[in-house]
């Protein structure tokens, strides 16, 4: 009974003490400083705008304006359950009111009611989201929100809908800008996309599936995120979903600072992972549309890839940075400038390469006949050469090498596992090869690092290799305890494969 009796007050002593805080912590809650977006809301939102795409077709089809793989019963459903309310009819769909007829510049309320079989020649065939760059009516957007539209509408908040003109679309970047015949519209405020900070609140507004004047918020992810495109992207966890792409993605002072344009998602909605391309690449090339409806740029004619770790360390980089150069084509500005496979491009005009994606930007953004200047890493040294920047041309299809191979049987049994064989001269100057030697057999090291026969070693480190004799000779006394860099041929490409040699045999 004691025990109970001192349990019962202790338990008491604790609740009768923690009662007076409650208070205090309830009334310290709304103390978190949690953001208020509504005046952000209040002065961006106006210049955000909904894209419809039409396309002309003889028949009529399966309703617009959904996401791919959804139709009318599963977006009936979803509203059903999450909304509690039908299914928002698109302009084109039956029964909703103002449907625009063809040759209509839209803007009324209250017009004909279509049927799916009735003589209008548009189909919807997509929506997106844009914002007004200025109060002229240029609008950006995706370009791919506006990919193969025979007629592109703009709807505003005021509900005005006009049909809009298409300026110019730029596929590399997903950007594009069209044109409405409007005045004094309100306009967006353009950030800076270079100080966005990883963890700042940030908000976009759009029209997920259909939803005209969504808003969302999140938080910035990461910067400069390289999916393979173009362009480093502004990754946040803002949701986004088909509809939002092409609207403005904006910061704490109501700066646009992204264009919404991709997401990762297994289903085709938000989760979570979304990528917005950063405005000042897309106001460099919104000002080139806008000028002169296309996009002009730089290339020296190179293929690259990045620099690891290992290829850094083997080749006595101080850190993995940079442009490995693959290939060069043939009488190209960096062939002129005498650019090898193999080298690594450090610098272009004196600012850092840091990552393989930074180079075609840097050189895309220069204007063609520009004098440049490169810095290379070559043998353990770099050195600086003048090229002139030509225009970017199609991407050109690599022909594959038809030269086949004729190993001898020879095993491989050197310290990097590598039989190899002189080349012919003749072939060397059809593979337009100075140097190398081709590998016959590989086993070991070289197995493991992926070298197959019918490569070219070009090099062995430093040291630019001539002949079989040469190789066998070089090989034979490399450290074990180090790695070493190949200087490898395959097909069109070129490429260092850091190797560690294996220990002497007796």
Known sequence: MTTFSVRKFLAAAVVAA????????????PAANLPDFTDLVDKVGPAVVNIRTTTRVSNSG?????????????????????FGIPLPQSPQSPGAPGSP???????????????????DPEQ???VGSGFILSADGYVMTNAHVVDDA???????????????????VDDRTDVAVVKISAANLPTITIGDSNKVRVGEWVVAIGSPFGLENTVTAGIVSAKGRDTGDYLPFIQTDVAVNPGNSGGPLINMQGEVIGINSQIYSRTGGFMGISFA???????????QLKSSGKVVRGRIAVAIGEVTKDVADSLGLPKAQGALVSSVEPGGPADKAGVQPGDIILKFNGHSVDTATDLPRMVGDTKPGTKSTITIWRKGQTRDLPVTIAEMQPDKTAKADQKKPQPPKQRATNALGLAVSDIPADQLK???????????AVDGPATRVGLQKGDIVLRVGDTDITSAKQFDELTSHLDSTKMVALLVRRGENTQFVPIRPRSAQK
Not at 18 to 29: F, I, T
Not at 65 to 74: F, Y
């Open 430 to 440: 059809a593979l337009k090869l100075h140097n190398g030697v081709q590998i016959d």
């Open 124 to 126: 919807n065939s997509g």
């Open 150 to 168: 025979d007629t592109i509408y703009v709807t505003l908040t005021d509900k005005r809908e006009f049909k809009a003109k298409l300026i110019g």
């Open 62 to 82: 399966p309703r617009g304006g959904l996401p791919p793989g959804m139709d009318d019963g599963d977006m009936s459903e979803f509203f059903r359950r999450f």
């Open 277 to 287: 391309i950063p405005i000042d690449e897309a106001m460099r090339v919104a000002d």
């Open 101 to 119: 007829r063809g040759g209509d510049n839209g803007g009324g309320s209250g017009g004909s009611q279509d049927t799916p079989d009735s003589n």
């Open 18 to 29: 923690c009662l007076p805080l409650v208070p205090h912590m309830a009334s310290a809650a």
